[in-house]
T-cell receptor, first 113, second 114 residues
Framework: DAGVIQSPRHEVTEMGQEVTLRCKPISGHNSLFWYRQTMMRGLELLIY????????DSGMPEDRFSAKMPNASFSTLKIQPSEPRDSAVYFC???????????FGQGTRLTVV | AQSVTQLDSQVPVFEEAPVELRCNYSSSVSVYLFWYVQYPNQGLQLLLK??????LVESINGFEAEFNKSQTSFHLRKPSVHISDTAEYFCAVSEKGGSEKLVFGKGTKLTVNP
């Protein structure tokens, strides 16, 4: 398996633009996590899906952020409109089942100017 | 809700010295515990995990961690570090039952100097 695949690896966008980050989890995994990593806040959990259903989105910063998982092999994280303070590395991770480890993608480095 | 505290944001040590990275968690139920490592510009990789059974768990590269329920701790240790161990280390907790989400501490940057 190729592991968790995220795209793009780098994204530079202007303030106010819409940004969409993509994630393909490992086949057969039924949990998917989106995290944001910054120097100030560390690794924050944004949202967690189980069997394509959002279970906990309490970490989503505000209404500008939305996440979807239309099927077991694809998820998106959208920011609209983007702001400079959204600049961070966004990670997607998937897990086969509870009690097993999560596998991380390489991350998307987002810069909003 | 569960939470993780990593008490040291940075730990500098000399090569071949022992190291301990501290992790404390908070939860009202039983937990699974993990240590992940992140090398520069990469994603996180699992280092070791505690699910049940023996409270002492080991990784293939010489790290070990001990689950202490009474102290709600899961400290990471290595008796002799190498330059290649320089990285950021994250402790994570997932509750058994409940939302079962995976929550991380803020990380500890380990720097091994020659």
């Amino acid at each position: 398996d190729a592991g968790v695949i995220q795209s793009p690896r780098h994204e530079v966008t202007e303030m106010g633009q819409e940004v969409t980050l993509r994630c393909k989890p490992i086949s057969g995994h039924n949990s998917l996590f989106w995290y944001r990593q910054t120097m100030m806040r560390g690794l924050e959990l944004l949202i967690y899906f189980n069997n394509n259903v959002p279970i906990d989105d309490s970490g989503m910063p505000e209404d500008r952020f939305s996440a979807k998982m239309p099927n077991a092999s694809f998820s998106t994280l959208k920011i609209q409109p983007s702001e400079p303070r959204d600049s961070a590395v966004y990670f997607c991770a998937s897990r086969a089942q509870v009690g097993t480890e999560a596998f991380f993608g390489q991350g998307t480095r987002l810069t909003v100017v | 809700a569960q939470s993780v505290t990593q008490l040291d944001s940075q730990v500098p040590v000399f090569e071949e010295a022992p190291v301990e990275l501290r992790c404390n968690y908070s939860s009202s139920v039983s937990v699974y515990l993990f240590w992940y490592v992140q090398y520069p510009n990469q994603g996180l990789q699992l280092l070791l995990k505690y699910l049940s059974g023996s409270t002492l768990v080991e990784s293939i590269n010489g790290f070990e961690a001990e689950f202490n329920k009474s102290q709600t701790s899961f400290h990471l240790r290595k008796p002799s570090v190498h330059i290649s161990d320089t990285a950021e280390y994250f402790c994570a907790v997932s509750e058994k039952g409940g939302s079962e989400k995976l929550v991380f501490g803020k990380g500890t940057k380990l720097t091994v100097n020659p």
